[in-house]
């Protein structure tokens, strides 16, 4: 299975906890999955771990577990999808921390449903919105001159699906995600030059609890999120502008050459399965 999307996840932990050392990481949706094996990963390192979400009984667990390991580690509660409860969250950071040397922007909101059964549901986009697009711009507003002055790096990650031909019945998320992979790549520049480290993860279908609700992606080959915390570690070593499966620039060309026999196909399809 690694080979099929990341084949070289090996890194030297002596050389990240060396890196990593006296830091300070800024972990989003750390209470479950990638968020959570990542915290774990890193709680040898000797770095200092911020760790946010919503379930605050879950991220107090993860906190137990890091420190039971060494580490280090603060929780903080918060709606990310609740714009005052982001600002709040941002004034805390900066009372209890000397300032954030990586952010990874780890939370996420997945929802596939037809448009039809969305009509009377717009919160089914506003929300994933919030939480997917509006609320990692909130937090790198306010997190920038810190990252600035500590020259630090920004992890996004993203899926797959953003550089790929869209699906039928995955507008909410699929239009969320890709809206911050665009405002992420626009100012990516900027950061640059002033210091900052910028790196986009581009995950294929990784066996978390968000997949769970969609049954056609049980049997599909996927990551394990123990994986995907490694190649976040490996972002961190190498500072690379970006990580994504060997075969992505194939379906890069696939999505614009085949758009046409794409979109008949689709519709055929679901003709067929109304």
Not at 28 to 47: D, H, V
Not at 222 to 239: D, F, G, N, T, Y
């Amino acid at each position: 299975m690694r080979l099929l999307f990341f084949p070289f996840l090996d890194f030297s932990d002596t050389q990240l906890q060396h890196d990593l050392a006296g830091k300070t990481i800024l972990i989003t949706g750390a209470s479950y999955g990638i968020g959570e094996c990542l915290a774990e990963k890193l709680a040898e390192t000797q770095a200092h771990l911020l760790l946010v979400a919503r379930t605050e009984a879950k991220l107090i667990d993860v906190k137990q577990r890091v420190e039971a390991k060494g580490g280090r580690a603060n929780i903080f509660p918060c709606d990310l999808r609740d714009t005052v409860a982001v600002q709040a969250l941002l004034a805390h950071l900066q009372q209890c921390s000397g300032g954030i040397d990586i952010f990874v922007s780890n939370a996420g909101k997945s929802i596939r449903r037809s448009i039809f059964d969305s009509l009377d549901r717009p919160h089914d986009f506003t929300r994933t919105m919030n939480l997917n697009y509006f609320a990692p711009v909130q937090l790198m507003l306010g997190l920038i001159p810190s990252l600035v002055a500590r020259r630090g790096q920004v992890i996004n990650i993203s899926a797959v699906n953003v550089l790929l031909i869209p699906a039928p019945k995955w507008a909410a998320y699929q239009a969320s995600k890709t809206a911050f992979d665009q405002w992420f790549r626009c100012v990516s520049p900027e950061l640059n030059v002033r210091g900052v480290r910028t790196t986009s993860i581009y995950l294929p279908l990784v066996r978390t609890r968000m997949i769970e609700p969609t049954q056609a992606y049980q049997h599909l080959p996927a990551m394990q999120p123990e994986q995907v915390a490694q190649l976040i570690c490996k972002a961190m070593l190498s500072r690379k502008r970006t990580y994504a499966p060997w075969w992505l620039m194939l379906g890069q060309m696939a999505s614009v050459l085949g758009r046409g026999w794409w979109e008949v196909a689709m519709s055929h399809y679901l003709r067929r399965n109304r």
